[in-house]
C-alpha cells in the first residue's frame, strides 16, 4: 500500500496541488507563496524544485513494482520469452500515448520533436527490464552505479568542440552538443529522442527495483524501512557531494540530481513503508491511494478532459476576487479526486 501512496503523492502534486501553489501569489504576493509557486517549476539551468522530482520519483516507483510483477510472471508458462513481450508492449504503449499526448495534431511536438516524459519512463523501464532478466541483484547493483559513473565520465572528459571538457554550461556541454549534432544529421525532432540524458533514467528505475528486492526479502519489516531509510539519507548526502563536481541539474540529467531523486524516493518509501504497512496507519493513506492505483488515467484525463473549464462552470459565476484562479484550480482539483475516486469504487483502473 505504501506503494500506491507514493505513486499518489507524486501525482497527485503534479496534477492538482502544483496548479493551487502556482495560483496562491495572486491571493497574496508573498514570501511563503512566491516561494511554494516557484517549486511548481523547473530551474532554468542548475538547481532543484519539488517540481523536478515527479518523473524520476514515477521512474523509481516503476522500478520498485518490477520485482514483485516479473517474479509472478517469471513464474508463468513461457517465463521469460513472455516477460519480454509484455515489456516491449508496454514500453511501445507509453512512447506512443506520450507521443498522441504531447504532440501537436498529426505530428511531433513543436519544441521536442518525438520525445516525451512517457517517452522517457518507457525508455529506463524497457532496458531496465532487459537487465533485471539478465543479471542478479549484484548485477543490477553494477548496472544501475555503472550507467551513472559511466555517464559523468562523459560529460565530464569528452572534449566538446570550442568548449574543451567538464563544461556544464548550458551552450556548452556535451549533450547539448550531441543533440545537435543529431539536429544536424537526423531531424530536430530527435534530438531528445537519442539524448545522452536517458541513460541515468535507467539507474533511477534500477534503483527502485533495488529496493522493491529488499522489501521482498525475509528481513523483518522493522529492519526493511529502518535501512531504507538509511539508504535515502546516504543517497541524499552523496548527491551533495558529486553537486561540487557536477551540479545537480535536471536538464542534463547531472549524476548529483539522479542521486538526490533517489535518495528522497528511498527517503519517503521509508516513512511511508514503516506508517502505513509496518505500523498499520493505513485511514490517512486512503486519500492518496485513490490517485496512485490509477495514475496513468489522470494523466491521460488531464489532457483529454478541461477540468479547469468543468470547475469554472461550478465557481466561475461567484467573485472571489484575487482568489478567483485559486478556487477555479482547488474545484478542479477536487473534482478530478472525485473522478479517480468513482473509477476506484467502480475497480476501474487504466493497466498499460
Same mark, same amino acid.
Given at each position: ?135 542478479? /541483484? ?6 544501475? %552505479? +555503472?550507467? #551513472? @559513473? !559511466? *555517464?559523468? $565520465? ?44 536517458? /541513460? ?6 534500477? %534503483? +527502485?527495483? #533495488? @529496493? !522493491? *528486492?529488499? $522489501? ?137
Amino acid at each position: 500500500m505504501s506503494l500506491d501512496v507514493l505513486r499518489g503523492l507524486d501525482m497527485f502534486f503534479l496534477v492538482c496541488l502544483s496548479y493551487v501553489f502556482l495560483a496562491l501569489p495572486d491571493v497574496s504576493d508573498n514570501a511563503l507563496f512566491r516561494w511554494l509557486a516557484g517549486q511548481c517549476d523547473h530551474p532554468e539551468w542548475e538547481g532543484f524544485t519539488m517540481y523536478d522530482i515527479v518523473f524520476p520519483m514515477f521512474i523509481f516507483v516503476v522500478g520498485v513494482a518490477m520485482p514483485f510483477s516479473f517474479t509472478k510472471r517469471m513464474a508463468r508458462e513461457g517465463g521469460k520469452k513472455e516477460l519480454f513481450k509484455h515489456v516491449a508492449r508496454r514500453t511501445i504503449i507509453l512512447m506512443i500515448l506520450g507521443l498522441v499526448l504531447w504532440g501537436s495534431p498529426g505530428g511531433p511536438h513543436p519544441e521536442y520533436g518525438y520525445y516525451s516524459v512517457l517517452y522517457r519512463i518507457g525508455f529506463s523501464y524497457f532496458f531496465a527490464a532487459i537487465i533485471m532478466m539478465n543479471t542478479g /541483484i549484484k548485477g543490477q547493483i553494477y548496472w544501475a %552505479f +555503472g550507467l #551513472l @559513473a !559511466g *555517464h559523468w $565520465l562523459l560529460m565530464r572528459f569528452m572534449p566538446v568542440p570550442e568548449y574543451g571538457i567538464g563544461n556544464f554550461s548550458q551552450e556548452g556541454n556535451l549533450d547539448t552538443y550531441l543533440s545537435n549534432q543529431i539536429s544536424n544529421l537526423i531531424s530536430p525532432n530527435f534530438r531528445y529522442v537519442f539524448s545522452i540524458s536517458l /541513460i541515468p533514467s535507467i539507474s533511477n528505475a534500477l %534503483f +527502485g527495483a #533495488l @529496493a !522493491g *528486492h529488499y $522489501l521482498m526479502s525475509d528481513r523483518s519489516e522493522d529492519t526493511k524501512a529502518k535501512w531504507l531509510l538509511y539508504a535515502g539519507i546516504i543517497f541524499i548526502l552523496i548527491s551533495l557531494i558529486v553537486h561540487l563536481d557536477f551540479p545537480i541539474n535536471k536538464k542534463i540529467a547531472s549524476p548529483s540530481f539522479h542521486l538526490l531523486t533517489c535518495g528522497i524516493s528511498l527517503f519517503l518509501l521509508a516513512v511511508f513503508y514503516w506508517l502505513i504497512d509496518v505500523k498499520g496507519y493505513k485511514k490517512w493513506a486512503f486519500f492518496l491511494v485513490v490517485v496512485g492505483v490509477n495514475p496513468i488515467t489522470i494523466y491521460v484525463a488531464g489532457w483529454l478532459i478541461d477540468f479547469n473549464g468543468i470547475a469554472n462552470v461550478l465557481v466561475g459565476r461567484f467573485d472571489f476576487g484575487n482568489g478567483q484562479n485559486l478556487a477555479i484550480v482547488s474545484v478542479a482539483a477536487i473534482i478530478k479526486w472525485l473522478f479517480l475516486y468513482y473509477l476506484y469504487r467502480q475497480k476501474v483502473f487504466l493497466k498499460i
